[in-house]
C-alpha cells in the first residue's frame, strides 16, 4: 500500500509540474492564429487559490491583431492599445503599455490563454504570483 502512495505522489507531483513548466512551443505564424481574437477573463490564481470576478471589479476583454497590438476593452467601452511581442526563445509573450512592460502570456492554446503580471521594479510586491486565464470571447 506504500508503494501504491509513493508513486501517486510521484505521479501528482510530475503532473503538477508539467502544468507549471507550460510555455508557448508554437511557431509566430501558429502563435498569431491561436491568440488574435478577443479574449474574456474566466478566473484568477493567486498561489493555489482560484478568485472569480469580484463584485465591483471592472471587467476587461483582450484583443489582439496580428500587427504586434492589442486592446484592452473595459466593461463600460473604454479601450486602451499597447503592444505584444513574442519572445520565441524564451517562449514567452510580453505585453506592454506606453512604454511598460505590464504582463506575460505563458501559455496559450485555442481554449485557454494564461496571463502572469510583470511589474517594473515600483510595482507592488507579490504581483507576479498573479495568474489570469482567459478564455476565447464568443
Not at 57 to 86: E, H, L, M, Q, S
Request: with cysteine; glycine share 10%; proline share 4%.
Amino acid at each position: 500500500m506504500k508503494k501504491n502512495g509513493w508513486i501517486f505522489s510521484v505521479v501528482i507531483i510530475a503532473f503538477g509540474h508539467s502544468l507549471i513548466g507550460q510555455k508557448i512551443n508554437q511557431s509566430e505564424s501558429e502563435l498569431k492564429s491561436l491568440l488574435c481574437k478577443q479574449w474574456a477573463i474566466e478566473f484568477a490564481m493567486i498561489g493555489d487559490m482560484k478568485i472569480g470576478q469580484l463584485p465591483g471589479a471592472t471587467d476587461f476583454d483582450f484583443k489582439f491583431r496580428p500587427d504586434g497590438t492589442y486592446d484592452v476593452i473595459k466593461d463600460n467601452g473604454d479601450t486602451t492599445t499597447g503592444n505584444w511581442k513574442f519572445y520565441s526563445e524564451e517562449k514567452y509573450v510580453e505585453l506592454e503599455m506606453n512604454g511598460t512592460k505590464t504582463s506575460r502570456i505563458e501559455s496559450l492554446n485555442g481554449n485557454k490563454l494564461v496571463l502572469v503580471m510583470t511589474p517594473e521594479d515600483s510595482g507592488p510586491p507579490g504581483m507576479d504570483k498573479i495568474e489570469t486565464h482567459f478564455k476565447p470571447k464568443k
